[in-house]
C-alpha cells in the first residue's frame, strides 16, 4: 500500500481554480504522464524523480500528493476504524510526527477539524497498542502530512510529498497589506503569456510577488531551491540520490534574464521589504525597485512588454475615490505605456468600467477567497485603426 519505489504511481496537483490548464502544461513540461484536469487539481503518473520535480519545479501547484486508498464511510467510527486498521509504521516512525488535513463536503458530516482528530487518533492509537509510545503532533513541519478529501460517503487518502503549500516559497519573510499569492502570481504571469524577454513593469508592486516570480520564470529559477523542508524528504522511500539529481536538473535550466524586471510602489516601506524579498529570491540584480507613485511611473524609452497591476479593490475606500482611482489608472496606461500589454486583475466590476479600455481578454481568476477578472487591455502605438484608403 505504501510502496512509492516502483516505477510509476499516480499523484495528484493540488492549484487554485482556473489555475488547472496552466498547471497541465507545467506537468508536460516535467515530464509526467496520464495527466487529466479536474476542478483544482491535475492528476499525473511518474516515478519518484517526477514527485521530486514536481515539488521542486512546478510555480502554479500548491500540493503533489500521492492517493493511497479510498473507502466509504457513514460515521465517524467507520473513519476511525478504517484509518486504524492502515499500516503506518511502514511510512513513519514512533518517534516522528504527524499532521492531518480534511478536505470535507459531505451531507453526512460537519465538522472537518473532528474528522481530522478521529483521523490522529486512529493513528496514534495504532503506533500505542503496537509500540507502547505514538507520534506526536506538528503542524509545522511534519515528517508525515496525511490529506483526506471526503465527498458524501467517500474517503480519498492521501500523503502529502510537499507537507506545506508550494506557495511557501520561502523568500517572503515579510509582506505588504493584502499580499498576491505567490502561486497566483505565478499563474498570472503564465496565464498572460509574457514572454520573459520583454520588459515586465509592476507598478503597484507592494512587497513584490508579481516582479520576483516575474523574474523567477525569466531566469528559470524554480522555486522548490529556496525550500529545505519537503514531507517527503522524511519517508522511508526518500531516495537521496535521486532527489540530489532533481536539484541539479532544476539548477541547470537557470539563465541569466535578458529583460528589464521593474517593480515601483508608493509606500517605501514595501519598497524595502520587495528588495529584501528579491534578495532571498537571488533575483536582486535583475529587478530594479523605486519609490514612486503610479503617477511618476514611466517605462524605459522605446520599449514593449507587460504591465501588470494588482489594485485596490475597494474594500477600505468610498465607492467615489475607487472609481476615480480606476479612471486615473486608465489614462495613464493610455498615455504612457503605448505599445505594452496591460493585465489588471479586481473583484470590483463597477470600477473596471471606469478604466476606460475595451478589454481583450477577461479570464476568471482567484484571489484569495475573492473571484476576480483578470484583463488584459492591449495599448497599440497610435490609433489600432488602418488609415482610410483614399
Same mark, same amino acid.
Given at each position: 500500500?505504501?510502496?512509492?519505489? $516502483? ?29 487529466? #484536469? ?5 492528476? @499525473?503518473?511518474?516515478?519518484? $524523480? ?37 499500516? %503506518? ?19 453526512? @458530516? ?15 492509537? +495504532? ?12 503542524? #509545522? ?12 460517503? *467517500? ?38 503569456? %509574457?514572454?520573459?524577454?520583454? #520588459? ?18 525569466? /531566469? ?6 529556496? +525550500? ?6 522524511? %519517508?522511508?522511500? @526518500?531516495?537521496? *540520490? ?9 539548477? =541547470? ?31 536582486? &540584480?535583475?529587478?530594479?525597485? $523605486? ?23 475597494? &474594500? ?8 476615480? @482611482?480606476?479612471? =486615473? ?16 486583475? /479586481? ?12 478589454? /481583450? ?8 477567497? !475573492? !473571484? ?16 482610410? =484608403?483614399?
Amino acid at each position: 500500500m505504501f510502496n512509492f519505489k $516502483s516505477t510509476t504511481f499516480k499523484m495528484v496537483a493540488t492549484t487554485q481554480q482556473y489555475l488547472e490548464p496552466v498547471l497541465s502544461k507545467e506537468l508536460e513540461s516535467i515530464g509526467a504522464k496520464d495527466i487529466e #484536469t479536474y476542478n483544482r487539481a491535475v492528476s @499525473f503518473s511518474g516515478d519518484l $524523480s517526477v514527485m521530486y520535480s514536481a515539488n521542486i519545479q512546478l510555480r502554479t501547484a500548491l500540493k503533489i500528493l500521492v492517493p493511497i486508498t479510498s473507502f466509504h464511510i457513514r460515521s465517524e467510527h467507520d473513519l476511525y476504524k478504517k484509518i486504524k486498521e492502515m499500516a %503506518w509504521e511502514e511510512v513513519l516512525d514512533v518517534d516522528g510526527t504527524l499532521a492531518i488535513s480534511v478536505v470535507l463536503n459531505s451531507k453526512l @458530516f460537519n465538522h472537518s477539524q473532528f474528522l481530522a482528530q478521529k483521523t490522529k487518533d486512529a493513528i496514534v492509537d +495504532r503506533f500505542r497498542e503496537k509500540f507502547g509510545r505514538r507520534p506526536s503532533v506538528d503542524l #509545522t513541519e511534519p515528517h508525515l502530512s496525511v490529506m483526506l478529501h471526503i465527498v458524501n460517503d *467517500e474517503v480519498k487518502v492521501s500523503l502529502d510529498s510537499s507537507g506545506i503549500s508550494l506557495h511557501r516559497r520561502g523568500y517572503k519573510k515579510e509582506q505588504t497589506i493584502a499580499p498576491i499569492n505567490e502561486v497566483t502570481a505565478a499563474g498570472m504571469i503564465l496565464l498572460s503569456g %509574457w514572454d520573459g524577454k520583454s #520588459t515586465f513593469i509592476d507598478p503597484m508592486c507592494g512587497s513584490g510577488t508579481l516582479v520576483i516570480e516575474a523574474a523567477l520564470i525569466a /531566469s528559470q529559477i524554480s522555486p522548490g531551491l529556496f +525550500r529545505s523542508y519537503f514531507g517527503c524528504k522524511h %519517508w522511508p522511500s @526518500f531516495n537521496k *540520490e535521486s532527489w540530489q539529481q532533481a536539484i541539479e536538473k532544476a539548477k =541547470q535550466l537557470v539563465i541569466e534574464p535578458a529583460c528589464k524586471l521593474i517593480g515601483s510602489d508608493k509606500t517605501f516601506k514595501a519598497i524595502e521589504i520587495a528588495r529584501q524579498n528579491a534578495v532571498r529570491a537571488g533575483v536582486d &540584480e535583475f529587478v530594479v525597485f $523605486s519609490n514612486k507613485r503610479f503617477e511618476e511611473v514611466k517605462p524605459p524609452a522605446s520599449s514593449e512588454g507587460t504591465v501588470m497591476i494588482n489594485p485596490p479593490y475597494g &474594500e477600505r475606500l468610498p465607492i467615489e475615490e475607487i472609481s476615480i @482611482f480606476y479612471k =486615473q489608472m486608465g489614462d495613464k496606461l493610455k498615455q504612457d505605456f503605448q505599445g505594452y500589454a496591460a493585465w489588471i486583475i /479586481s473583484s470590483n466590476a463597477e470600477a473596471m468600467k471606469r478604466v476606460g479600455l475595451a478589454a /481583450s481578454t477577461k479570464l476568471n481568476l482567484f484571489n484569495g477567497p !475573492l !473571484l476576480c477578472k483578470f484583463h488584459k487591455f492591449e495599448l497599440y502605438k497610435g490609433s489600432k485603426r488602418a488609415p482610410k =484608403q483614399v
